[in-house]
């Protein structure tokens, strides 16, 4: 909006030139959704408590999380709004991209603010039932792959490996199943990462990193094709998207941080999440994400294996699943458990990015 409102007084100013820069805009739509997540987080935070919207604890987690009871949470919505008008002023409107990003946000954003308001109304985390939320979750994300496919180009239904120059395939109609299992399955990841302070925020803000470059990159042709990646045309405005929304996750940080203020709540986890399979389906790096993404896959792993090998056995793999609880339960401190994983999600990113350079 910045954009189209400044850059035509170029003709009367030079330095509004700068407007046309997408390094420019992606650094301010940082700093503008930080600020903003700065500013509103304390009001927000007093907001949630007044209105006594706060976090239930599992009955069956670890004990020292029962501290945790009242901590406000559907704090996501902190961060969705600061996404929201950071996008809306600094990325250019008109482009596709922007629109998608912003559904995304919008309708995974509310599906998990039902699920938080359910679960503070009943008193329990329940929530929304088991079907009724991954219904909703098929439904956002078939809309959202339903307009990629629309208006795709030559690139889109393409699927790229890691280490590999070129498509291995053509997906064709079946990118649609495809990016809706990339969707659901990686908002639920962040989902199930979510339960340690400022764990799934700090996985997710390294995860964005490693998602600014690769925005960069595919969307500068010369760089694209000295590293062999695809080029398209535009893509360079998603740089901007995930600036904005590291931003608002690293202003979220500061109060989700243990002890936290705050909780990011499945508004939050599911926005998170969604963004980030979006960011990979929309610059094709799908497989990319699943690398990038490690601790988050590590993550939704050892729930389904635990799941998988109690019933098979009855007995369990992990003292606790999701994979952060075992190692509490193992002895280690939250903020341990926590440092630990940013680390190897740091690892994992790095190895990520390296595949560019190794194809």
């Known amino acids: 909006m910045i954009k189209a409102i400044l850059y035509p007084l170029v003709d009367f100013a030079r330095a509004f030139n700068i407007f046309q820069y997408i390094s420019f805009r ?53 961060i969705i709004i600061a996404f929201l008008v950071s996008v809306l002023l600094w990325q250019e409107i008109s482009t596709f991209y922007t629109w998608i990003v912003l559904l995304t946000a919008l309708g995974l954003g509310a599906l998990g603010f039902m699920d938080d ?73 962040v989902n199930l990462t979510d339960g340690l302070d400022g764990l799934a925020t700090g996985l997710t803000i390294i995860a964005l990193m490693a998602f600014t470059i690769l925005a960069y990159l595919t969307g500068h042709s010369e760089f694209a094709r000295y590293l062999f990646i695809p080029f398209l045309s535009g893509a360079g405005e998603l740089t901007i998207s995930a600036t904005a929304l590291l931003g608002a996750s ?46 988050f896959v ?18 369990r793999v992990f003292k606790m699943a999701p994979i952060h609880h075992h190692f509490e339960l193992s002895g280690w401190a939250e903020s341990k458990v926590v440092t630990r994983f940013w680390i190897l999600g740091g690892m994992f990113a790095i190895l990520g990015l390296s595949t560019l350079k190794i194809q």
């Not at 949630?48 to 599992?58: C, N, P, S, V």
């Not at 329990?124 to 098929?138: E, P, T």
């Not at 590590?298 to 007995?315: A, N, P």
């Open 26 to 78: 992606s650094a301010y739509a940082a700093v503008t959704a930080l600020l903003i997540s700065f500013l509103l987080g304390p009001w927000v935070i007093r907001k949630l408590t007044r209105l006594k919207l706060g976090q239930e604890i599992r009955n069956d987690g670890p004990q020292s999380h029962l501290s945790k009871a009242g901590t406000p949470t559907m704090g996501g919505t902190l």
């Open 117 to 189: 308001f359910l679960k503070i109304i009943k008193k329990n985390s329940d929530g929304l039932r088991a079907s009724v939320k991954f219904s909703g979750q098929v439904i956002v994300s078939l809309i959202i792959m339903v307009l990629i496919y629309i208006f795709r180009n030559e690139q889109t239904t393409l699927l790229y490996l890691p280490f590999l120059k070129n498509a291995v395939l053509d997906l064709g109609i079946l990118y649609i199943p495809f990016g809706m299992l990339m969707i659901v399955g990686m908002s639920n990841a």
């Open 250 to 295: 690293v202003g979220f940080l500061w109060f989700n941080s243990h002890p936290a203020e705050v909780m990011m709540g499945d508004t939050g986890s599911l926005t998170l999440g969604g963004l980030l399979a979006v960011f990979s389906l929309l610059l094709k790096k799908e497989i990319l994400l699943l690398i990038i993404g490690g601790v």
């Open 298 to 315: 590590m993550e939704t792993l050892s729930v389904i294996i635990q799941v998988l090998y109690f019933k098979r056995t009855g007995r």
